[in-house]
Structures are given as C-alpha cells and as structure tokens.
C-alpha cells in the first residue's frame, strides 16, 4: 500500500505497477466532487481523509461512487466508532490501543 498527498505520483505508481493498492492523502477540498476529481487525477479508488472531512453524506456520498473512505488521525474511540458507523473503512490513529478496545470482538 502507498499513500501519499501528491495525486501525480500515485498515478505514476499505478502505471507502473498497477497491483500495488494506492490511496489518496487529502484535507481538502471538502466537496465530494472536487475529492473524486482528485482520486481521478491519482488513479485510485480510495481516499485517506483528514477525518474532519468524513461527514455521513461525504463518505456516504464517496462510497456510493465506488471509493473507499479512510481516516486520519483519529485518537479517540467515539470519533472512531462514529466514523466506521458511517462507513469509514480504515482508520489511523496515534492510539491503536484505543482503536483494539473499540474494535476488537467480544469473546
């Protein structure tokens, strides 16, 4: 997996070695379209989003047009629960001690 905030170098990954999953850094723009023409421009189907961007209707918008939606940095577990009840898919945090208590299976 590559991430990067440059959608001109994940687009030369992708045509180079288009096996290699890819995914979008983004804080902006906050309008759905304007991150799937970024997407487009990067060659991927995924987009790693400063966590303030993944309102309901943006990530719900997101993944109705075939994009994955990630997260970034979230360090509290009600954020977190709140962003993969909403269909964030991945999630980066400082904390994954938080993340396994708020994800991990009961037993």
Known sequence: MIISFNANSLARVHDLAPDIPTSLLASSPNDPEGLIA????????????????????????LISRGYSVWAWTVDDTRTMQNLVNDGVSVITTNVPSKALDTFRPLD
């Not at 303030?52 to 209707?57: A, D, F, K, M, P």
């Open 38 to 61: 970024l997407a487009k421009t990067a060659k991927t189907r995924s987009l790693d989003l400063a966590y303030g961007l993944c309102t309901r209707e943006v990530t719900s918008y």
